[in-house]
Nanobody, 124 residues
Framework: QVQLVESGGGLVQAGGPLRLSCAASGRTFSGNTMGWFRQAPGKEREFVAA????????YYADSVKGRFTISRDNVKNTVYLQMNSLKPEDTAVYYCAARPSVVVGTISSGYRYWGQGTQVTVSS
């Protein structure tokens, strides 16, 4: 079992930055691919970014590519999502997820463990 706790969400003006953190505890953090997903009101949960256990490979949704950066610190058992140039359409609840596989996935059903989510609101 892996417990995930997100933090760092809040209200930010369009164009501004925000950094989300996801702290993992419980079963070993190692070997897990980590991902960020988001869900806006009335919409389905969508993939945002993912990073392999080694951190050597990262993947992004086209909508955030060039603006968001995912990273991880395996000593601190924490994964981060640095969000720059935020847009109102980035407003959503952001979820951290863990996938016990070295293979990156972009489908939410492929992730076994989930955090409770953190709200990000971007004002225009």
């Amino acid at each position: 079992q892996v417990q995930l706790v997100e933090s760092g969400g809040g209200l930010v003006q369009a164009g501004g930055p925000l950094r989300l953190s996801c702290a993992a505890s419980g079963r070993t953090f190692s070997g897990n691919t980590m991902g960020w997903f988001r869900q806006a009101p009335g919409k389905e949960r969508e993939f945002v970014a993912a990073i392999t256990w080694s951190g050597g490979s990262t993947y992004y949704a086209d909508s955030v590519k060039g603006r968001f950066t995912i990273s991880r610190d395996n000593v601190k058992n924490t994964v981060y999502l640095q969000m720059n140039s935020l847009k109102p359409e980035d407003t959503a609840v952001y979820y951290c997820a863990a996938r016990p596989s070295v293979v990156v996935g972009t489908i939410s059903s492929g992730y076994r463990y989930w955090g409770q989510g953190t709200q990000v609101t971007v004002s225009s």
